[in-house]
T-cell receptor, first 122, second 112 residues
Framework: DTGVSQDPRHKITKRGQNVTFRCDPI?????LYWYRQTLGQGPEFLTY????????KSRLLSDRFSAERPKGSFSTLEIQRTEQGDSAMYLC????????????????????FGEGSRLTVL | GNSVTQMEGPVTLSEEAFLTINCTYT??????LFWYVQYPGEGLQLLLK?????DKGSNKGFEATYRKETTSFHLEKGSVQVSDSAVYFC???????????FGQGTRLTINP
């Protein structure tokens, strides 16, 4: 396994179209995160899954955004009726469970990020 | 709420120079602190971390010390190399929270 992979790497679409991004996490990781990064800013949390359960969603995630992880493996992030303000890099990350909790032998505090999917809405 | 503030970039240094990238945070309680690095064309990767006050994280010649009294986690390296050119992100996670809060990033360029 070579790490977190995201597809497509770059998507150009017209305003109002729907787009979907896919993330394949590291195989043994049961947590999967989506972040959004705009130019000159740090990544902003959108949502995360533990296995197939979506446990938290940011207020940044409007009703036009939906994320799934149906079998607890890969995840998709869909944006409906895209707007120019949706243009950003969408980052996926994966980790072992309890990674951000108390320090334990399996809790290294590390998220493994993919290279991102860049969305441009014209 | 929780937030992270990094020194603004970009930062340009000559090879073998001393590097400091400042990072301060606002959080209740005792967050864990991280530095992530993004090399050109690659994804973010963890550089180092510290989980409690006075801890020092270190990796690849970089160091950062968790200073609760100044709410800081400054990144330092004694002698930078061209290969250190990247964007550096300071981040925190609050105990019990399941997400990282990132600073805005600092772009570092090292000239030979």
């Amino acid at each position: 396994d070579t790490g977190v992979s995201q597809d497509p790497r770059h998507k150009i679409t017209k305003r109002g179209q729907n787009v979907t991004f896919r993330c394949d996490p590291i195989s043994e990781h049961n947590r999967l995160y989506w972040y959004r990064q705009t130019l000159g800013q740090g990544p902003e949390f959108l949502t995360y899954f533990q296995n197939e359960a979506q446990l938290e969603k940011s207020r940044l995630l409007s009703d036009r955004f939906s994320a799934e992880r149906p079998k607890g493996s890969f995840s998709t992030l869909e944006i409906q009726r895209t707007e120019q303000g949706d243009s950003a890099m969408y980052l996926c990350a994966s980790s072992l469970r309890d990674v951000l909790g108390s320090e334990t032998p399996t809790n290294t505090g590390e998220l493994f990020f993919g290279e991102g999917s860049r969305l441009t809405v014209l | 709420g929780n937030s992270v503030t990094q020194m603004e970039g970009p930062v340009t240094l000559s090879e073998e120079a001393f590097l400091t990238i400042n990072c301060t945070y606002t959080a209740t309680g005792y967050p864990s602190l991280f530095w992530y690095v993004q090399y050109p064309g690659e994804g973010l990767q963890l550089l180092l971390k510290a989980t409690k006050a006075d801890d020092k994280g270190s990796n690849k010649g970089f160091e950062a010390t968790y200073r609760k009294e100044t709410t800081s986690f400054h990144l330092e390296k004694g002698s930078v190399q061209v290969s250190d050119s990247a964007v550096y992100f300071c981040a925190l996670s609050h105990q019990g929270a399941q997400k990282l809060v990132f600073g805005q990033g600092t772009r570092l360029t090292i000239n030979p």
